[in-house]
């Protein structure tokens, strides 16, 4: 998190008071300005051996090739430099009733309490043995905000994965125990939760036999339950709305019995 808060970010917003604000890290900004200063180099030194091959009438597949080269690397190069200057100012700013997304010179502002969808996409590197995540919102005005949430995108991405989860999780858990008190089941992709216990499809678990559910690092949100060591549901991430919402719920729900 920025220990020095924008002065402009302290002024009144209909948000409410500025917490925090995540912005691009130098090592992205940097990444994608040099990766186009190089691409267009070498496209230009292509386009150099393609004239020079052109000159000495060295054959008409070596002057297409180097040329071919040569234009799709400067192509490259421009489009890595273009989304440097798009993304170099690019910021996450949170407040206490929301947050406002800067990027590519458009922002989008959603209220917590106004966030209908948070959806979690979990990308496993084999290699580091860790997962990174990427959240989409969506709100109740239909605007969408996509986060990338792997390291080295934005500034401490762990911590505003944490604030968002919270915020969001937190509001949405009072919508839902509204709804359970007066008799009606709360959706959760093609789960159902009730005061009884949850369905998936004809299958109906009781809070009684609910155990734990998780994410796992494949992308599959599972359920067990106390009595088998097998999954009762598993799920495709993509198919569960509000996941950290369900979990909180069920952990409430499944405490009480």
Known sequence: MSNVMNQSANLSSPLGTFVAKFGATKARSKGNLWSGIVFIVFGVIGLLVGVLAAV?????SVVGFCGGVGLLSIAGGSW???????EKDMAVQVYQDGLTMHKNGRSTTMRWD????LDVIVTYNRQIRASFYNYTLKDTHGQTMRLNLTPGNLENPDQLARTIQQEVTRRQLAHAF?????GMAVEFGPLSVTTDGIMNGRSHLPWSKFKEARLTYKGYFRIWTRDSTKTW???EMQKMANLFT???LADQLSGQR
């Open 114 to 117: 106004e966030i209908q969808n």
């Open 233 to 235: 549901a598993r799920i």
């Open 246 to 248: 369900f979990l909180a």
């Open 80 to 86: 890595a430099i273009w989304t440097h200057r798009q």
């Open 178 to 182: 509204t709804k359970l008190n007066a």
């Open 56 to 60: 000495s009438e060295t054959g008409s």
